[in-house]
């Protein structure tokens, strides 16, 4: 299946290559994760967000909530972009950017199945020295607001840390 380039997504690519390139930290460990959960899920019940948070470490959950609105569909959108990240070692709205991009649907550039794999914003790599170690995502707003979500808790993570 072939689109249209995407303008939009082509003047977005550099920001998220930014944003990519440059969250990360020098330590993250599971009390750092239930902060991070904490703070997305204050957010989301302080804006009444419908949302559902996840964290991973490499394969096991250490942080999941989910707000009044959500249901099964968003673990499953949240299992699906993780596959994404954890394949391309990036945000999964990265992913989803580059292909709108190049005009190209990512399922069906990749051959990978859409059960499976989705590229879609809301999950991003969680990097210790520049290792990858899990993935943080939300699933339940649009995707440049699920990634919006997690990036403002991931900046504010990596300034307390500092």
Do not use: C
């Amino acid at each position: 299946m072939s689109l249209t380039p995407d303008p939009a997504a082509q003047a977005l690519l550099p920001l998220l290559e930014e944003q990519n390139a440059r969250i990360g930290f020098t330590s993250f460990d599971y009390d750092d994760a239930y902060r991070l959960g904490s703070a997305i899920m204050a957010r989301a019940a302080a804006e009444d967000l419908r949302i559902t948070v996840t964290m991973s470490f490499g394969e096991q959950r250490v942080f999941h909530a989910a707000r009044p609105g959500t249901t099964a569909d968003n673990d499953d959108w949240l299992a699906r972009k993780f596959r994404v990240v954890s394949r391309y070692n990036v945000p999964s709205f990265l992913v989803s950017t580059k292909y709108r991009a190049r005009g190209q649907d990512f399922n069906a550039a990749t051959g990978l199945p859409i059960t499976q794999y989705v590229a879609a914003g809301g999950a991003f790599p969680l990097r210790v020295n520049g290792s990858l170690i899990g993935a943080v995502g939300v699933s339940g707003l649009v995707e440049n607001l699920d990634h919006d979500l997690v990036v403002w808790a991931l900046e504010a993570a990596q300034a307390a840390a500092a």
